[in-house]
Structures are given as C-alpha cells and as structure tokens.
C-alpha cells in the first residue's frame, strides 16, 4: 500500500555556488514520485547537519543544480514501487543518502546505506539516529581502516570538540591510545579532555608542533586525524613520528595544496584522504560497523553529544554557526510532518 504523496514539499536547495549563505532557500518543490517499481520514498522526520555540505555550496566539491542538501536522515517509509518486498510503507529507517534536508527522499530497496529499525522506536531514539549516523561511522571507520588506532599510540586529533572529532576523542582514548586534543576555544578543550582527551592545545594560540614535541619526548605522534585541511596540514606533517600517518579527511579551512610525494621520504610517513563511503560500500561492510557503532553506544562507551535541533527552515542558521566555529558536537534538523 502507498499512501498519497502531496505534489510539493518543502526543502532546502542551493542553485548556484557561493561562499554566501545567501543562496540557501528554504522553498516547494517537487515531490519524488514512485517511477520504477524498486523505488522507495521516504518521508523523513530528523536530518543531521555535516560540514560536507557547506563544500557543495561553495563549490569545493561538484554538484548537480538545483542541489537539495542533506547526506542523512530518519524517517518513515512512506511509498514503495510494486516490487519492493525489503520494505513496507510505515517502516522507521535511519540512512545516509544525498536530499536528506527535505520532507521526502527517493531511494531504492537495493540502496545499501539503510537502516530498517523497531517499529517501537521513539521520537527522541530517532534524533539520536540522525545525530549519531554520519558522525559515527566516519571516526568508528576510520580508527580501523585509515589509521588502526593502537594501545600507547599519541594521536593528534583536530577539531576535537567537533562533530567527528568529539567521537573520534571518545574511540580513540578507549582504545588506550593517548589523544592530544585540538581546538581554537578553552570551552572547546574543556569538552575533548572530558570525552578523554589526555593533552589540550590549543589552535589559534599555541605552537603545535613543539607542544607535541614535548609531550611526546621529540618522537612525534604515530597518526594525525586532520579535517581542517588547509591551515593544519604542514602542522600534521610536522608533527607525526617516523613511520607516522597523515589522515586528511576534510577542509573546514580549505582545501589542501598539492603535496609531492617526495615528502614522506624523511620520515617514511603514509599519507591517506578516506572518505567514508569508500569504508562502507558493501552490505556486509555497512551491517558490520552500524551494527559495531550502536553496539559502542548502547554500552555506553560512545556518547553523541546533540547540541542543537533546528526547524528544517533554519538550515541557513545551522550552517552559519557550524562553519562560524560556534558549534560543539552535533546539529540536526526537524522536518516538518
Ligand atoms: P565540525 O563540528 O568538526 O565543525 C568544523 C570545526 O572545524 C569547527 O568547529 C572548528 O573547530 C574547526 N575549524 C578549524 N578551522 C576552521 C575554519 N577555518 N573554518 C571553520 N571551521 C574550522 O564539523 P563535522 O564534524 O561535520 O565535520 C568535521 C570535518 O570532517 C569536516 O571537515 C568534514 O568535511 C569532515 N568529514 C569528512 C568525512 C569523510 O568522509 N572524509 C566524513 C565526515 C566529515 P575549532 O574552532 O575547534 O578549530
């Protein structure tokens, strides 16, 4: 059964790019409508707020126009082709997909990134699905998969009180590795040595690489986990231990320069930039690490720390403060029903 789907919904779109807040337009638009027979339409009902959509907006990465923004939500299932058999109308799912910041998202019942979760689930769980998805697996993968994280290790973990990076604090320092925290506030730091963060420095104050050479005897940390990009990277290079690793995986200050290769050489240094589709791209590597995220939050191991719900309308504000560096933690958007 399906049931009837209004002609518009509301949304927030871009149509051209800009470094402007300006072309951000909560606005009607069309509904996705069932076309194929595999089709899934979800109406969604909390999304969470990610850097990654800032760079479509000013171009950093390409994007189609008219871009409705939004990389996950939950929500229900609101129409299905006549196909589908995986899902049924009135179905909770948590996702990850591209036009999430919108009252209904199009997918199909082969699309990997999906959640089918308890018919029970509460409104308030749902939040927390849509605060914890994203964020989570980005740190829970990339400790495995970029840099396996080691017992002792000294891990340089930047914007530490950040969405990612308040969870990568959190895994990191259960693991028993050593985190030298990162952030430009005192609050902030207060924040990451409370999720465990060993060592505070701070960005906009304090010289990194010789806090990090004292703190680590001039040897050097083994990983840096850098998603400032552009004003941090010569500082992660500088700062890592022979055989260290450089994980560049964003550009909250820009993108990075070209970087010769010849400079791994000194200190036989290994260079990634994951991003974390490419970690969870098949059902078995999706299943396995959702099913290892909740597992870490369910103990209580892993705290998601949900700052802010802003109405769907009010992406424009959520944006202006996540990249104003006013924000610690998470932000998610209420879909109006
Ligand atoms: P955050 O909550 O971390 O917000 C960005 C933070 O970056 C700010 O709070 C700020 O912390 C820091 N920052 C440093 N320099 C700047 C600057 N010039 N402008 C703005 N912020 C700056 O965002 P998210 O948790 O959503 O994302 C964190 C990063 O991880 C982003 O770069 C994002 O693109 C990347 N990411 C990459 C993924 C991948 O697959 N590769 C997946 C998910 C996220 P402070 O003030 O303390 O310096």
Known sequence: STTELPSTQKVVLFEENSDSLDVIKFTDFDTPKITSSNDVIIKNKFAGVNFIDSYF????????KPFIFGREAVGVVAAIGDKVTKFSVGDKVAYLSGSTFAQY???TDSYVQILKLDPSTSDE???FYA????QGLTALTFIHEAYNVQKDDYV?????AGGVGNILTQLISKRGAHVIAIASTEEKLALAKNNGAEYLVNHLTDD???KVKDITNGKGVNASFDSVGKDSAEISLASLARKGTFVSYGNSSGVVPPLSINRLSPKNLTVLRPQLMGYITTSEEWEHYVRLLFKLIDSGDLKIDLLKTYPLSEYKQAT???EGRKTTGKLVLEVPQ
Do not use: F, H, M
Request: no cysteine; aromatic share 6%.
């Open 208 to 210: 990194i690489v010789e």
């Open 125 to 127: 769980s749902l939040k």
């Open 57 to 64: 907006r000013k171009g950093v990465y390409p994007s189609q």
């Open 131 to 134: 605060a914890s998805l994203l």
């Open 156 to 160: 340089l973990v930047w914007a530490a």
């Open 105 to 107: 998202t199009n997918l």
């Open 320 to 322: 202006s403060d996540l």
